[in-house]
């Protein structure tokens, strides 16, 4: 079992320069659980849940440059594909499986949402709505594919290949037949609103979407 950290002496990150949905899937993380951080980029997550919720964590991630990056602070990462290589971790092998803003580079998302919920307890999902209000108005304004602060890219240089909205991922996990523990949006100032009984205006004002799922 690994040790316990006192709070005294556990080291605090600052917020600054992370991102904003990081205290958000925090909250969904019981503190001490077995945690797997998919697309874990250069570790910023899977640190900022080591340090604030003392977690055994370990992350997988594509790129060497992220891999790289990760083990040099430490991480627990290795590089894999998260379309392929989930199948290779047993049955319940952590508590939560996280997937974090990269729902969308996936190529089968649906797959992988299998995979997290066959090897984790839980899985927590976040990810770009592409229904959010300003997307909409940059594309009817410009009639050109969205420029915003949460799909920064233009479309010939982005990974990201399965944009959605949250009514289509509501619609995803009603067809899996997932239950949704918490549902939240989330605006660009890093606001966290619960989805409730208004799906449709949740669909308009959230520039994220942030899922908190397990199997019935």
Excluded at 56 to 66: A, F, K, P, V
Aim: glycine share 10%.
């Amino acid at each position: 079992m690994k040790p316990a950290v006192s709070p005294q002496l556990r080291p605090k990150l600052k917020l600054g320069g992370l991102r904003h949905d990081f205290p958000i899937i925090a909250a969904m993380v019981p503190p001490g659980t077995r945690v797997l951080d998919i697309g874990c980029g250069d570790g910023d997550l899977l640190q900022f849940l080591q340090l604030e919720r003392d977690v055994d964590g370990r992350g997988m991630e594509l790129s060497q440059t992220g891999v790289n990056a990760s083990v040099a602070r430490g991480l627990a990462v290795v590089q894999g594909n998260a379309d392929t290589d989930l199948v290779d971790y047993p049955d319940g092998a952590f508590d939560v499986v996280i997937l974090s803003q990269s729902l969308q580079v996936l190529y089968k998302p649906r797959g992988v949402l299998e995979q997290m919920l066959r090897i984790g307890q839980q899985a927590i999902v976040s990810f770009p709505n592409f229904a959010y209000w300003r997307v909409r108005w940059d594309l009817l304004r410009r009639v050109r594919m969205p420029i915003t602060s949460g799909l920064s890219e233009p479309w010939y240089d982005t990974a990201n290949i399965h944009l959605c909205t949250i009514l289509d991922f509501l619609a995803l996990c009603d067809e899996m037949n997932l239950h949704i523990d918490q549902a939240l949006t989330l605006s660009r100032r890093g606001t966290a609103k619960p989805i409730g009984n208004a799906p449709g205006w949740a669909n308009l004002v959230g520039e994220q979407g942030v899922f908190l799922l397990r199997r019935r």
